[in-house]
């Protein structure tokens, strides 16, 4: 009998891991009964809507390990896994992941032309998604979205893992598992996906070694797994501080303009009447 004990259960709004632990799935017929390597005994976390989460920790922890568990991968072996239903949930993985096919294909993938059509989406928006992942250009320079070519061997490395960024955005998902996908992207370019992703309304899991990512969260998942010692949870979830609304942005700015004013009209006022002052204060008492 197999001791695959935990369950999976389809909600709206969150993913949810309660008591889960990360097992490496063994090789060998008879251990397939009882779980392989444990990387973390038990995982409670939950991200809800728009609590944007930066998964981290050192190589070989378990980060892709737990994605693989929220994507059901591999067996939930104790506990429960709460996740969105597939369609609204995606995952984009370490190495990106280009089909054969069209230049349309590698956007809009799973989906196939036909049902690219069926669902009424557009070349137009196509254009715009690209757009929003700075791949403006692919088409013009590839002679259109039917060109097939082998993608993996003509786009570079940023490249791909724009065109995996724009399927997300094809695909529209409540949620995303984005595993460390952007380490070829320049930063400035990684920024404004990011900003893209957020506005769009998607609940970001990022798994990633880049700290400059932080500001897109507001919470961080830290793994210490095997490296922690004693009975101390295998992970940290701390809040991180939140970015300013741009309602707070606006009061700030004023604040700061006030501010410039007084240090700079009203501050040299003050002096030149306080030397009046005390000019005159010196002249009546030699009087
Ligand atoms: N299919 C598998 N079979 C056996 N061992 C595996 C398998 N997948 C992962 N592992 C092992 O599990 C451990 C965790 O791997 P994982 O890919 O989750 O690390 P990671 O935290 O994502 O690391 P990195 O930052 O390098 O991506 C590693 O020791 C890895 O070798
Ligand atoms: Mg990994």
Redesign the pocket.
Known sequence: MSNVHGETCTVDNRVALTEVP?V????DTLSQLEG??V?VKSFTFAVGENEHTLIS????????????VIAGL?PVWQGKLEVPESSDIFYLS?RAYLPIGSLRDQVIYPHSYAQMKAAGRTEAELMSILEKVHLLYLPGREGGFDTRKEWKDVLSGGEKQRICFARMFYHRPRFAVL??CTNAVSSDVEDRMYESAIQAGITLLT?T?RPSLLRHHVRQLI?T?KETVGSQPQYNLTSLAQPATEHERQTLDAEIKQLRRTLEIEVPEWKTRLNQVNADLSGKRSM
């Open positions: 990360i490496v799935p063994p090789t392989g390597d990387l920790g050192g190589n070989g922890i378990g980060k892709t390990s737990l994605a693989r591999w370490q595993d460390d798994i070694h793994i797994g």
